[in-house]
């Protein structure tokens, strides 16, 4: 019987002491087919359990971008830059560059290269590195559905996604997506956004050469960026038209005509959000995006830098830059002088038909300085809230020809608590009776005070929140006399906000920068809101904005007259000089300027806080509303108004008297009376007489030794006044008059207007002595009597005033004392509106 042979027959007998121990052609034969069996389970299994995934998450992401108002781009929000575009409004040698550049057989092969395979699993055996195959599918998959893999198990993974992908989709749009997710360097993602960023054109007007240049450079693209290395980009074209050519993409003569492409140099890495994009850039997401303080918003807070949205905003980029210039000359250039670098100014420019902002400036620089102080900071009003006391006096049926006590200080204590306030005019100066227009024109605290008491604080309060200023917790407008007086602290944006309702004829609208929001195929997902509500009555409105005209016609505005075009506006400057503004409008813009100086402001240790005087600069050794704001203002609105129609305000009719008038005098002469001196009688009796002089009366009470209701002064008694001019009577509240006692404020260095105002804001008088010293002209040199000495409230305290040197000592200088040029000691100079004197204040 015959022995049976076993399959594992090693040594093997009867053979060399070779052959004895190599296999058997049974052993090869098996061992093949068990691998291959092998194989062939291992890649059914993986096959029916490998799916094609989701594609990641960023391979849609698309930049937002952001456009001026001319169409021109502003910036982007962007997790990656990239938009898509579709492979068939391109021109099909855009996408066959790829093709001709990265994988030749793509448009017939299955998804995977075996030859590609070998020769990567030979590369990876000779080296450190591991390689995976190059076709156009597993890069699309491993971009597009895995992320970068290297591991074995992750190509075997890719490749057989490759195949499927192949199997299921057309290659139209595996090549249109691989497209929109290449990554091209200079942080660019897909064929759009590379040919933008490199040739500053749309991917649908690329021609052959860019489109190789392009492809060329995929394998690397930081590295042979044509700008990085010009030499390898050059070679990558060379090669990618040949391909172009040879493969058939591209004709013989397109070949023949090549020639290396002019690109965009790549520009160094810099911070979009700098200067003054980062500002108008947060500005357009706090419009857009929803949140607590916006529920209204469109967006979700990932949605702008992910949904490949085009936002066109209202910004006026020559404005925006004028702006820009309009600030240099406080501080870089100085061309009116060099200020303090703890001043800031802001700026809103805006049309007060739509509410559209044409120009908002809110710092220097967005990444040194990200508080926007147009928009986040409040700033005290100053005089700029007295045409919301002179609407709302207008609502209550006063009219501008009424005339008023205009000198100074005002007197008023309030009947239940005996709190004073003691307004005084700037620079203490005496109007005497003068009516609305006058007041406006020349900011008569006096006059305002009254004005306010008569129609009640909440009356202005109510005006200023219905023109436009937002009622806020941290700083509401109180409604308290001296709220007439802007002592309450404003957003720049609101009083631009409120002055456009001004303009506007008494329609408010809502400041916006966004103008609209449009998807990548053009559909319009917003808006801005253009609707107006109607908030005053015409004719008031017509008045008020008269009264505003004055200011620039005859009052602190005077500069604005440079336009020479309708100008209405008013000069404010608040308590201590801590604000100053100018806040104006021709029919079609309002713009507002406003000043102010941070206690500290270091930018490069990130602080920005407190509130201090603005320092003086240039010629203006006070700043007021008169002088750097409507500057400004005006050297601003002169480029804003270029081209600008002439337009009028609607014409100001004044009322009709309610008395007729004494058939005596002719049509063309008013009519007087003479002021009775009604001094020593009871008040009662007293109004009677002057309401029969066909006199108004106003009271205004005072501690005397006189009993309660006695008239203790008749101020203009036995002067001659218009018919229908409000007198002012001082009437004793029957309560002896105590002087309260007072420290002398130290007032010693300060320009002497500026130490008028403070002695009258400790309600004391001032008077001035004029004296030689080697201090500059109109700096206060000492005080009698001297700081911090208690002296009765009331009291006068002597100005000792420099003079400037003796002549001879510096050749001469100005001698008239006060301090501000060349006006004589009794004129009011700098801005004689504002109240820098008040008693309620910051």
Do not use: C
């Amino acid at each position: 019987m015959a022995r049976r042979r076993r399959f594992w027959n090693y040594p093997r007998p009867n053979k060399g002491p070779v052959q004895r121990w190599l296999p058997s052609w049974r052993i090869v034969v098996g061992t093949g087919l068990t691998g291959t069996a092998l194989g062939a389970g291992l890649f059914v299994a993986a096959w029916s359990t490998t799916t094609i995934p989701t594609g990641l998450d960023e391979v849609n992401n698309q930049a937002t971008t952001v456009y001026w108002s001319n169409g021109k781009e502003m910036g982007t929000f962007a997790e990656q830059k990239r938009e898509k575009i579709k492979l068939a409004d391109l021109p099909p040698y855009v996408g066959n560059a790829v093709v001709a550049s990265e994988d030749a057989t793509f448009w017939t092969n299955k998804g995977v290269d075996p030859k590609g395979i070998a020769r990567a699993a030979l590369t990876n055996l000779q080296s450190d590195t591991t390689q995976g195959a190059s076709t156009l599918t597993q890069q699309y998959v491993e971009r597009y559905y895995m992320d970068t893999t290297k591991s074995y198990a992750g190509k075997a993974r890719e490749a057989i996604i490759a195949l499927k992908v192949a199997q299921t989709q057309p290659k139209e749009e595996v090549l249109e997506n691989y497209l929109n997710t290449i990554y091209w360097g200079r942080n660019t993602y897909g064929i759009q956004a590379a040919s933008q960023e490199y040739f500053n054109k749309d991917a649908k007007d690329l021609t052959p050469d860019e489109a190789a240049l392009l492809a060329g450079i995929i394998p690397s693209p930081n590295n042979w960026d044509p700008s990085v290395n010009p030499d390898q980009a050059k070679s990558r074209w060379q090669r990618g038209m040949r391909e172009l050519h040879e493969q058939g993409y591209i004709t013989a003569q397109e070949y023949a005509d090549r020639a290396f492409p002019k690109f965009v140099e790549r520009k160094e890495a810099a911070n979009t959000q700098g200067g003054q994009r980062g500002y108008l850039l947060a500005q357009v997401k706090k419009e857009l995006v929803k949140s607590e303080s916006n529920p209204d918003g469109i967006l979700d807070e990932g949605d702008i830098d992910t949904r490949g949205l085009r936002i066109t905003t209202t910004i006026d980029h020559k404005l925006q830059k004028t702006a820009v210039e309009v600030e240099k000359t406080l501080h870089e250039d100085g061309a009116y002088g060099k200020a303090s670098k703890n001043i800031r100014m802001s700026l809103v420019s805006m049309d007060p038909q739509t509410g559209a902002v044409k120009a908002l400036y809110g710092g220097p620089d967005y990444v040194k300085q990200s508080l926007n102080t147009a928009t986040q900071d409040r700033i005290q009003a100053g005089s700029t809230f007295k045409p919301f006391t002179l609407i709302g006096a207008l609502e209550e049926g006063h009219t501008l020809d009424e005339k008023y006590d205009g000198n100074s200080p005002f007197y008023y204590k309030d009947p239940e608590t005996g709190e004073k306030w003691e307004p005084s005019n700037f620079g203490g100066t005496d109007y005497g009776q003068i009516d609305l227009v006058g007041a406006t024109a020349h900011s008569v605290n006096s006059v305002y005070g009254a004005l306010n008491l008569e129609i009640g604080p909440e009356k202005t309060a109510e005006v200023a929140h219905r023109a436009g200023i937002r009622n806020t917790k941290d700083d509401p407008i109180e409604a308290v006399p001296s709220n007439v007086l802007g002592t309450a602290s404003v957003y720049p944006i609101d009083l631009a906000r409120a002055y456009s309702t001004i303009a506007s004829g008494g329609y408010r609208t809502t400041p916006h920068i966004v103008e609209k929001v449009t998807t990548l195929d053009g559909t319009v997902i917003y808006e801005a809101p253009k609707t107006q509500e109607k908030e005053f009555d015409a004719d008031d409105i017509t008045a008020a904005t008269y009264a505003m005209t004055q200011v620039v016609e005859q009052g602190s505005g005077q500069p604005a007259q440079e336009l020479e075009r309708p100008v209405a506006g008013k000069t404010g400057t608040s308590n201590d000089n801590l604000s100053a503004w100018f806040a104006g409008f021709v029919p079609q813009l309002t713009t507002v300027v406003g000043l102010r100086q941070y206690e500290t402001l270091d930018l490069e240790a990130g602080k920005l806080a407190g509130q201090a005087e603005i320092d003086g600069f240039g010629e203006w050794g006070e700043i007021t509303g008169s002088t750097w704001p409507v500057r400004a203002w005006t050297d601003f609105m002169q480029v804003a108004t270029e081209g600008m129609k002439v337009e009028e305000f609607p014409e100001y009719v004044p009322p009709q008297p309610t008395f007729t008038p004494s058939p005596t005098p002719s049509e063309t002469e008013e009519e007087k009376v003479v002021v009775p001196d009604v001094t020593g009688k009871d008040i009662a009796e007293a109004t009677q007489v002057l309401e029969a002089a066909q006199l108004k009366v106003s009271t205004r009470p005072q501690n005397g030794d006189a009993p309660k209701g006695q008239v203790l002064e008749t101020r203009g008694a036995n002067t001659e006044v218009p018919v229908g001019t409000t007198v002012t009577l001082i009437v004793s509240t029957g309560q002896p008059d105590k002087p309260e006692q007072v420290v002398v404020p130290n007032v010693v260095g300060q320009p002497r207007t500026t130490a008028e105002q403070m002695i009258h804001g400790d309600a004391l008088q001032p008077a001035v002595r004029e004296e030689f010293s080697d201090q500059p002209v109109g700096i206060v040199i000492d005080t009698e009597p001297g700081q911090g000495n208690s002296v009765d409230q009331g009291s006068t305290v002597t100005l000792i005033v420099s003079k400037g040197p003796e002549p001879g000592n510096d050749g001469g200088g100005d001698d008239n004392g006060n301090g501000n040029g060349n006006k004589p000691p009794d004129e009011p100079t700098g801005e004689p509106s504002d109240p820098v004197d008040q008693l309620f204040g910051d």
